[in-house]
């Protein structure tokens, strides 16, 4: 069985360098990005003369798309804020992983819908893509800025729903965002102020506590956003914020304790794993047996190629 990488924003070409980095990956594999994917952004209509570097964003985005379809495995994503929702809404819809998904690139790319709880890999997994852009009083609307960032009511009695249909706990939710009672942990370790007026994250509140009250609570829960890396417990759950780092579960890693392949694989010599005791490596029964998490930190690999490049391109 293969294992599940997963990463935070990517940002169209502006932070996605990471999900290539690791040069390990198998075809059972699985690279989940936790919203702000950002690929979709510019309007796919070459006449249109309102988007902003419409030209530098759709040669990136092809760019792009001929990188994730070299790679051996599939490319998922939750959507964040910073997306085109007008072109996510006008993928076509498929039936994928016991859900419904969107195809971007068919067989290599999908778009993990709001409210759906997928079996990847063989884990169960609750998507909620969602959240407010701060500054969305100067973008530009269907241009730099969609209203669809906000989850709906509609969203979330889909996901209330499919909880109540799921048998058994959840092994992860994956969301852009994170729910309200996260806040008292994240601001230990950094000013929240600009972010916390949020009402999305009062629907992932509901959420959890309907997963809390009908025994169904997840072993971890994680998300994007924020832009720092940080891990802590909330009522039992293991939560991840992602950034610079790549969270990579399975049920086994080797002889060397971190990639598939034996050695030291994608996370090093100086690699950690992260779980709730705070040893090598976060452990957890799922569904598909013993969940064992390991982290690679990117943040000097990320920031030896922007300095390369000089400057980014995309949003």
Partial sequence: MGHIHFFGDTHHSRDIDKIFLPKNYKKDDFIIICGDFGVLWSDINPTNK?????????????????????LPCMVLF?????????????????????????EYIKGKCYHLRRGEIYKI???SILTMGGAQSIDRESRVPNVTWWSGEDIAESD???ALDRIDRHRGALDFVVTHTCPFLFLDKLRRFMDIRHKMHDPNMLQLERILEHLIGEGKKPKFWIF??????????????EAHCLFHTMLKAGGDFGAGGAGGGGGAGDFGAGATGVGAGGGKAGRA??????IRLRRRDFYKDIRRIKAQRGAWKGM
């Fill in 156 to 158: 979330v009695l889909h």
């Fill in 78 to 102: 939750v959507d964040g804020n910073h997306e085109n929702f007008n072109r996510l809404d006008k993928l076509k819809r498929v039936k994928k992983f016991g859900g419904v998904v969107g």
């Fill in 121 to 123: 890999a063989g884990r």
């Fill in 285 to 290: 029964g799922g569904s598909g047996g013993e």
């Fill in 224 to 237: 994007g956003h924020w832009h720092r890396d940080y891990r802590f417990r909330v009522q039992g759950i």
């Fill in 50 to 70: 309102e988007s902003t570097r419409p030209e530098s964003t759709r040669d990136d985005e092809l760019e792009i798309k001929n990188k994730i379809s070299r």
